[in-house]
């Protein structure tokens, strides 16, 4: 379980629960959220500015896996909400209002996800690799406002330099078909990828990024991270404050080992970006 309040007026709350079966033959994963976010999206760089956002609603998230052997799992997963987006008051902004702003929507999805994962620890991998895809298949025959297609790959490979010493390499691609909302699109800065970026200054139909960090363990249970990486946003067709964008980072973080056992750090990263900085904290690695 997990709740988020935050000083700009977003209030949340999620629940979540997965599930190893026939020793680790099945793996079920399912959550429900409901709150509202308060976010900005940001103009080009001929619209200068940006605009506050609330969007209020709730959702549903359910996945089902299946070993099929060397270590890869495959199954159906299925996803539904709905939400709905208003502008926040006393907003001065000459960013454009996005078409979706304003109408309630319901997004339902059916999709499939293939996983495999080698590293000997998932909350702080120190071999091994980790493979992820999955494609999400929105239709209005399913109740959803929109049709599109949603597709994201993830991969990281960990190596250990030495006891206290572990090299981290991410790779993030995203695509989006059909017409989806704008909030629907890939937006940079919420799947692990690049830290340095706000979500929201970012989304457009491709997404690419890849990372590399540098794990030092100290006494103490302390620990040290550098961290670098390169990326970019690419419009596809006509698309609502749509921008091609080049997009670096770089940043470091501390880590305090809460669990020994499992070794489950509570992080801590300060990352530059192209357009500022951000400081983010949560428990485990970012990949």
Not at 83 to 92: C, G, H, K, L, R
Request: aromatic share 18%; glycine share 12%; with cysteine.
């Amino acid at each position: 379980m997990a709740g988020l309040f935050t000083n700009n007026g977003s209030r949340a709350f999620v629940v979540g629960w997965q599930h190893y079966l026939k020793e680790n033959r099945y793996q079920i994963k399912s959550a429900f959220a409901r709150g509202n976010i308060n976010y900005n999206i940001y103009g080009t760089e001929r619209i200068q500015g940006k605009l506050p956002l609330i969007q209020t609603g709730q959702g549903f998230f359910g996945e089902f896996l299946y070993r099929v052997g060397w270590k890869f799992f495959t199954g159906p997963r299925f996803q539904t909400g709905n939400s709905f987006v208003t502008i926040a008051p006393n907003n001065e902004s000459t960013v454009p209002v996005p078409p979706d702003v304003g109408l309630h929507s319901a997004l339902t999805a059916i999709g499939i996800r293939v996983l495999r994962d080698t590293s000997p620890n998932r909350f702080y991998p120190i071999s091994g690799s980790y493979f992820s895809f999955t494609a999400d298949f929105f239709s209005e025959k399913l109740g959803s406002k929109y049709s599109f297609q949603s597709y994201k790959t993830e991969f990281n490979k960990y190596w250990s330099v030495s006891k206290e010493q572990v090299l981290a390499f991410n790779s993030y691609f995203c695509a989006i078909g059909g017409q989806p909302p704008f909030y629907g699109n890939c937006i940079y800065g919420t799947d692990s990828e690049l830290r340095g970026y706000s979500a929201g200054r970012y989304f457009d139909r491709y997404a690419v990024a890849t990372q590399l960090e540098y794990r030092l363990m100290l006494p103490k249970r302390f620990g040290l991270v550098a961290f670098g990486g390169a990326g970019g946003v690419i419009p596809g067709g006509s698309q609502f404050l749509s921008k091609q964008k080049f997009l670096p980072s770089g940043g470091v973080g501390l880590r305090f080992e809460l669990n020994k056992k499992y070794h489950v750090n509570l992080r801590a990263d300060i990352a530059q970006g192209r357009d500022g900085h951000t400081f983010s904290m949560g428990i485990g690695e970012v990949f």
